[in-house]
């Protein structure tokens, strides 16, 4: 079956079928972050969203199959930093390298925020927050954050997933490929 699919018809559901309104998006980049008593962690996300006006709230989703993801169900709080513009090298630098096998805070400016998690000193915007809730929603996990302190940062612009350069993953984001 042809994946095209002409104005008025209908496709299967599934992934094909959120594609349609999914490709024309253009996602910002973010670099979530995150700490527990033993180990420090970040990664690059897309999937990011304010979730409440009142009381304000943030809605953040990590693969399960992420080293992030394995430290931040066991943190207080989560630190989410949009990416700016020119900010190609840190995107490679926590979407392209896993917590696995090395430490990425070794290689970028970082202070530990009022969760313990590691805050970036260079990005666009910055917020930090306390974990309300986790939900299982598929592959990825939606963390529910509470946001504390952030600000803005020191790069403009945005880093968006069309305007980045092929990523090749730490780790997948899905284990059927």
């Known amino acids: 079956m042809d994946d095209a699919t002409a104005p008025g018809e209908t496709q299967n559901v599934g992934l094909h079928a959120i594609d349609g309104l999914v ?17 420090r962690s970040g990664c690059l996300a897309g999937f990011v969203t304010q979730c409440s ?3 304000p709230r943030l809605l953040v989703c990590l693969s399960t199959l992420n080293h992030t993801y ?16 020119d900010q190609v090298d840190l995107a490679r630098l926590f979407g392209e390298l ?10 970028c400016r970082w202070r530990a925020g009022l969760t313990g998690s590691p805050v970036l000193e260079e990005c666009a915007a910055w917020v930090e927050g306390r974990i309300l809730d986790q939900l299982a929603v598929g592959d990825h996990t939606a963390f ?24 090749r993953p730490g780790h997948p984001a899905r284990t059927d490929g």
């Open 53 to 55: 006006i009142d009381p």
């Open 144 to 167: 529910v954050v509470d946001p504390v302190q952030g600000g803005a940062g020191t790069h403009r612009g945005q880093l968006t997933y069309q305007s980045a350069p092929d990523l």
């Open 23 to 39: 490709e024309r998006r253009d996602f910002p980049l973010y670099v979530v972050t995150t700490a527990d008593a033993d180990e």
């Open 70 to 85: 394995r430290v931040g169900r066991r943190a207080a709080g989560l630190a989410v930093h949009l990416l700016g513009a």
């Open 98 to 107: 896993t917590g696995d096998t090395a430490d990425k805070f070794a290689a």
